[in-house]
């Protein structure tokens, strides 16, 4: 039997739909957590996503808000493929985030690579933060984080 795996999803793998395609030997058990000390940021671009991509910085005083997912071995090596490990665009390491009792958890996540030094903002696509916003609603996470998701400037063309 393979063994599962704790991974934070905070950016379009709270998208549930997205997450059972990447992960169909995972029965995806849950629970909602936050990453203290974690600011999203979008440092990288994606034609795919048709515009900036997701990522966590620290931040002494911010928090990023996402889903744990329980995900099997095999399909942590498949959702590396589709975050780009290999390729370079994204890595996956491990960090600290805090379940609604405030109980630490040591999980994997994802962490853009930056395509620029310093690091650039780039503009993420409305369809693409529309994925965050989705899942952050159906998983209930805080409203004024949901909030703060929705204030996040988009581009709405394929440029």
Known sequence: MAKNELVFGYGS??????????CPNSD???????????????????????GGVGSI????CDETWGVVFSVDSQDLLRLDGFEGVNSGAYRRDFIEVF??????H???TYFAIPKDN??????????YLD?????ADYFQLPKDYV??????ATKKTDE
């Open 118 to 127: 310093p690091p650039k903002h780039y503009v993420p696509h409305k369809d």
């Open 57 to 60: 910085v620290p931040s002494p």
């Open 147 to 152: 909030q703060k998701l929705k204030t996040i």
């Open 28 to 50: 995806l058990a849950s629970f909602n957590a936050k990453a203290k000390g974690w600011k999203l940021c979008f440092p990288r671009t994606s034609s795919l996503r048709k």
């Open 13 to 22: 793998n709270m998208d549930l739909n997205q997450m059972h395609n990447r």
């Open 131 to 135: 994925l965050y916003i989705q899942g």
């Open 106 to 108: 040591k999980v994997w």
């Open 99 to 104: 379940d609604s009792n405030d109980k630490p």
